[in-house]
Every structure is written in C-alpha cells, then in structure tokens.
C-alpha cells in the first residue's frame, strides 16, 4: 500500500467513525526550531462552547529583539475531511515538509503563526465550525497588543477542508449571518489575504470531475461533507450554497492564492478552478497554480520539489502582509 492509501484509508476510518477530537492537554507539539529565535505558546483557550468545551489554539511568535513591531499573522486552520486531526498540524503537506517545519520557516520570516482548533464534525454541523475559526479570528485581534500581533495584517492558510475554512474567511468577511455568537464579539473575522492548499469550494459538485481511481465520493449520505453539513450536499441547495466560498464572493474579497494537484484523488483540481473563475468574475486580485503530478496533500510532485509549493506560498504573503515593515 502506497503512503496515499495509507492516508486516505486512515481518513475513510475516522470519516466513517465520526470522530470527536477534543484539545490536547499537552504542552504542545515536539520537533519546533526557530532558526532566527522564537516563541511558542501553547493551548491558548480562545472560547468556551457548550457545554463547558474549550477551544484552543497555538501561537508561535518571532523573537522582538529581530523583529520589532506588531507582527503579521497566519492562521492556520488544519484539514481531515472535516472530521479528524488537531491544531498541531502534522499533515505530510508541501513534500517533505509538515505544517510545523513551515510554522517555524514563517516566524523565521517575522511572521506569527496561529494554529487554530476547532469542533469536527462529530461534534458539531456547519456552520458552528466557521463560527469557531471566526472566533479565533476574533480573539487574536482582541490580544493582539498583548502578543504584538498587527490586528490589520492577517492571513488564513488551510489546506484539504483547512482550504475550504480558509477560503470562507476570505470571502466572508461581511456576512453577519455566518459570524456566530461564539466567544469574542464585535470585532471583525475578515483577513486581509487567504491562501487555499486543494480545498474543496462546491460540496454537491465535488463528484462532477473525480480522477480515477475513486478513493472518496462526497456527495453520498455518508461522505465527510454530508456529515459536516448533516444533510447531503445535492438534496439541500439552500445549505450547500450558504457553505460554498463561492457563493459569498464579492469585490472585496481578499486577494488569495490556490494551490492545488493536478491528479488529486481526494479533491479534484476542478473545485479550485471553480474558485478560480469566480474570482476573475469579481476582479479579486488572486492567483492559481495547479501542479502536475501532485495528488492531495501535494503527494509526488510536492516531494521532488517542495520549494516550487513553499516559494509562491511565501512571496504570496510577503506581497500582501509585508513582514519586513
């Protein structure tokens, strides 16, 4: 078995166990360097839900002495089907790199990186998890002179259903509908740039273009997305619109960039053209790159050259959050 089955028939276990992850009472995560010095801070509650439930995030911040000023920052919002993994973000992303390898790469370059957990959906249905993410939005502006944090430069980055969170906050912004009353209010969620890794953006139209072989059907009663939303995408129109990025997107939608394989097997590159269109239509300043012979989490071609997925992720940011100012 291939490390891509491995990975997607460990996701089909926990997709069909309806799995309930809860914050890590931990630390925090091992294996974190700071080339340039840095600090992490760990399971920082950012609101309480019903009943009593936490939720944490991890913020990891640039030593001041090298970077003075209140820092830009990423929020990062981990995938897995909706249903499964945690703020430590240990998915085999970008090739060989995982998401804390590429936390320490971004506070090496002044950023700030939060990474944000948030309830699965075992545990809670759309639209409760945005509602959760937007909190943690929220609540790092709410604390961001206590971090040095810039609450005016603030950027999302997910990957698989991360992108799709990602995706949302960039084009949502706005809708009062979808901000929720979980844990900080009256502040703004919206960030001012959003990075997509092959997150899906039309949940009934996600089986329209799947590239052989099938591992994973998504508009099925028991698809990941039909858990999420607690009713399947294609027989609930009104649903699976007011969950679509692309339904939300305006003018002001923040400039983003997708990335994406080219022979993903999970999400097919298609749901990132559709983004990608619908943001042309609107003039939203963004930017698509579809990578050949990538699959999901960027599988084969992301590990022969990772640098050619990290570097437009990089210039990306530096273009739209200006971490040397």
């Known amino acids: 078995m291939t490390v891509f089955e491995r990975v997607c028939a460990a996701g089909e276990f926990v997709v069909s166990a309806v799995s309930r992850r809860m914050p890590s009472a931990s630390a925090g995560p091992e294996g974190i360097s700071f080339a340039n010095g840095g600090l992490a801070r760990y399971n920082l509650v950012y609101a309480t839900v019903e009943p009593n439930r936490d939720l944490a995030l991890d913020l990891y911040t640039p030593d001041a002495?090298?970077?003075?000023?209140?820092?830009?920052?990423?929020?990062?919002?981990?995938?897995?089907?909706?249903?499964?993994?945690?703020?430590?973000?240990?998915?085999?992303?970008?090739?060989f790199r995982n998401s804390l390898s590429i936390f320490a790469d971004l506070v090496d370059r002044g950023y700030a990186v939060a990474s944000l957990d948030y309830r699965l959906s075992g545990e809670a249905?759309?639209?409760?998890?945005?509602?959760?993410?937007?909190?943690?939005?929220?609540?790092?502006?709410?604390?961001?002179e206590e971090f040095n944090l810039d609450p005016d430069r603030f950027?999302?980055?997910?990957?698989?259903?991360?992108?799709?969170?990602?995706?949302?906050?960039a084009t949502t912004g706005d809708v009062a509908e979808l901000?929720?009353?979980?844990?900080?209010?009256?502040?703004?969620?919206?960030?001012?740039a959003a990075v997509d890794w092959y997150g899906p953006t039309d949940f009934a139209r996600m089986d329209d273009h799947l590239i052989p072989p099938v591992l994973l059907r998504h508009d099925t009663e028991n698809s990941p997305e039909s858990h999420f939303l607690g009713r399947v995408p294609s027989q609930s129109p009104d649903l699976n619109r007011a969950a679509s990025p692309l339904t939300h997107i305006t003018p002001n939608t923040a400039p983003m960039l997708i990335q994406h394989g080219a022979i993903d097997h999970i999400v097919a590159p298609d749901q990132s053209i559709l983004l990608d269109r619908a943001l042309t239509a609107a003039q939203v300043p963004h930017n698509?790159?579809?990578?050949?012979?990538?699959?999901?989490?960027?599988?084969?071609?992301?590990?022969?050259?990772?640098?050619?997925?990290?570097t437009p992720f990089f210039?990306?940011?530096d273009t739209h959050l200006s971490p040397d100012r």
């Open 65 to 95: 002495a090298r970077w003075p000023g209140p820092r830009p920052t990423v929020v990062y919002i981990h995938g897995g089907a909706f249903a499964a993994f945690d703020k430590t973000g240990l998915l085999p992303i970008a090739g």
């Open 125 to 144: 249905q759309f639209p409760s998890p945005l509602h959760d993410v937007k909190a943690g939005v929220r609540w790092l502006r709410s604390t961001a």
């Open 288 to 310: 698509l790159v579809i990578y050949p012979r990538a699959d999901h989490l960027f599988l084969g071609y992301g590990f022969l050259y990772p640098s050619r997925i990290t």
């Open 155 to 169: 950027a999302s980055w997910g990957e698989s259903a991360g992108g799709w969170f990602s995706a949302m906050l």
């Open 315 to 317: 210039d990306f940011l």
């Open 179 to 192: 901000e929720g009353e979980v844990g900080v209010t009256g502040l703004s969620s919206r960030v001012q």
